[in-house]
């Protein structure tokens, strides 16, 4: 099993910037695929952004594009998501998922407990 936690949510004002990290514990799994999410009050919990294992290719929801990077440190079981230029809208808790190869097919995806973000205007 592995275990996924978040850290580096906070409160910051509008246009300013924000790292969020996600700490992999436990049987991790360097080739899954991981992503953020994020669930705003009273909405669903929508995709931010992806990076393969090997971190050479990333995706972005089109509302982050150009203001977010993913990446991950392998050796360290790290993934980070750098959010620049922050809008009130972007508020919400910012939810860490590993999917691992086979995903659907194979094990299930596993989630950390989240970290709140707050972007204030």
């Known amino acids: 099993q592995v275990q996924l936690v978040e850290s580096g949510g906070g409160l910051v004002q509008a246009g300013g910037s924000l790292r969020v990290a996600c700490a992999a514990s436990?049987?991790?799994?360097?080739?899954?695929?991981m992503a953020w999410f994020r669930q705003a009050p009273g909405k669903d919990r929508d995709f931010v952004a992806a990076?393969?294992?090997?971190?050479?290719?990333?995706d972005y929801t089109d509302s982050v594009k150009g203001r977010c990077i993913i990446s991950r440190d392998n050796a360290q079981n790290r993934v980070y998501l750098q959010m620049n230029s922050l809008k009130p809208e972007d508020t919400a808790v910012y939810y860490c998922?590993?999917?691992?190869?086979?995903?659907?097919?194979?094990?299930?995806?596993?989630w950390g407990e989240g970290t709140k973000v707050t972007a204030s205007s």
């Open positions: 990076i393969t294992g090997d971190g050479s290719i990333t």
């Open positions: 998922a590993g999917f691992p190869p086979k995903w659907p097919r194979g094990p299930s995806e596993y």
């Open positions: 436990g049987r991790t799994g360097h080739r899954d695929a």
